[in-house]
């Protein structure tokens, strides 16, 4: 089991930018992959991003290019780059833990002027 723990979210006007932080405990991080998704109230949880043990990476289609995912696995940390915040980011942001179907609690993030 993975406890997982996301932080900084916030406010930021559109074209601004954030860093998430997903911390992990309770078990081996680097050997698991690791996901990012979002998800708006009446909608379902979109994947956002993904990276693979090894750091291999893919990104929804529509944060392509504006959005990192990176890990550290000393520090047993997810991260997300957001750069070129859109309104339509606007959402709850958790991570995921796919291989022990572990999720955090979420971080909210709002792109608004």
């Known amino acids: 089991q993975v406890q997982l723990v996301e932080s900084g979210g916030g406010l930021v006007q559109p074209g601004g930018s954030l860093r998430l932080s997903c911390t992990a405990s309770?078990?081996?991080?680097?050997?698991?992959?690791m996901t990012w998704y979002r998800q708006v109230p009446g909608k379902q949880r979109e994947l956002v991003a993904h990276?693979?043990?090894?750091?291999?990476?893919n990104y929804a289609n529509s944060v392509k290019g504006r959005f990192t995912v990176s890990r550290d696995n000393a520090k047993k940390t997810l991260y997300l780059q957001m750069n070129s915040l859109k309104p339509e980011d606007t959402a709850v942001y958790y991570c995921?833990?796919?291989?022990?179907?572990?999720w955090g609690r979420g971080t909210q993030v709002t792109v608004s002027s």
């Open positions: 990276i693979s043990s090894g750091g291999s990476t």
């Open positions: 995921y833990s796919p291989q022990t179907l572990d």
């Open positions: 309770g078990s081996i991080f680097s050997i698991y992959p």
